[in-house]
């Protein structure tokens, strides 16, 4: 085991590293990150922030030689700088993990081989393979480039060939896949942290909405049939266990075909849509992710409250700062902000956990504190008449 008083490693700065770091030090651990990004959010409150490339050599070793251990906030690092670092110092989730979540081929083939139900799919590496993804997958459709998309960024939806074509030539010949648009009943997320050991502790299921590719809402518990809820759980535990990985993971899944589980994505790291474990449930993601960092035994994943986690986008710092006495006004409802200076339109700064009796009543009480940030800021009430 890892214990307080060391020094661990995260590769990336943004709100996942920051809410990591938080976190770890307020376990006791010192925390280093490395981002490129001089004002990243992780790295203004980290021990030590190393403002590097992720490939850069002094930078690595310099991780590599101070701490007992790394993990990483988003799978975008390259794999190979992982592999890396694992050759001298304990990387979890391991690199072989992170490569199959950081290329939706890979990713889609894993899938397969292995027996998870995906939706129906084929590659797109070249204009020629156009007409014959297209007849395989048919209409509607969405194409998703292989690397770096997330947030609706490099996904277009098609309805023909024609617009098939216009898609792949906007993303400059990247390759692709070519997925069929399912007809949604509801999208789930199942996040859960397995242990060194193979010990497994799975957060109740979520149910998310999603704004132009954008998470909107996470809310939880789920509103779907017991049943389904066990399924989902019981197959994000089996994709971790199959894959051996250690760390925090996501699961990302929708439900069509009258209640059918069809696997989306996998998110290698904590996820969005389980912020809501920050004021909701025994143990947090972020904790759970030291916890398994660390070689310690995993901490409770238990629901404390019914929740609905809100995201806070850009677009409400039109006007300047947003009105927060709006939503802090009102009971149950925590935030949490990421500390970017830069707001703009689509970017994430943060968040609301809304916390109440039922999932509806979270929900409805999200979208209203999320609807008060948007409201002018009330007026001051009036100084109380002197009576001396």
Known sequence: MILPGAVLGVLGGGQLGRMFTVRAREMGYQVIVLDPDHG?????IADHHIAAQYDDAIALEEMATKCAAITTEFENVPADVLA??????PVRPGPEAVAIAQDR????????REGFPTTPFQVVRSPDDLARAWDAVGSP???????????GKGQASV?????LTDAFARFRGASCVLERRLDLEAELSVVLARGVDGELACFPPIENVHVNGILYTSTVPARVTTALTDEARDLAMSLAARLE??????????????GALFVNELAPRPHN??????????????????????GLPLGDPRLISP????NLLGDLWHDGDPPWHNALSRHGVKLHLYGKHHPRPGRKMGHLNCLAGSADEALALALDAHQALAAPAPAPAPAAASTS
Do not use: W
């Not at 459709?141 to 947030?151: P, S």
């Not at 849509?273 to 660390?294: G, I, K, M, P, Y």
């Open 40 to 44: 990243s959010p992780a790295g203004a």
């Open 84 to 89: 890396r670092l694992a050759e001298r110092v």
């Open 105 to 112: 081929i890979a990713e889609k083939a894993y899938l397969q």
């Open 141 to 151: 459709a969405l194409l998703k480039t292989a690397r770096l998309g997330y947030d």
């Open 159 to 163: 309805t023909d060939r024609a617009s």
């Open 245 to 258: 990985y250690v760390g925090v993971m996501a699961v990302e899944m929708f439900v069509a075909d009258g």
């Open 273 to 294: 849509s389980a912020h809501f474990t920050l004021d909701a449930c025994v143990t947090d993601q972020f904790e759970q992710q030291v916890r398994a960092l660390c």
């Open 307 to 310: 929740v609905a986690m809100i």
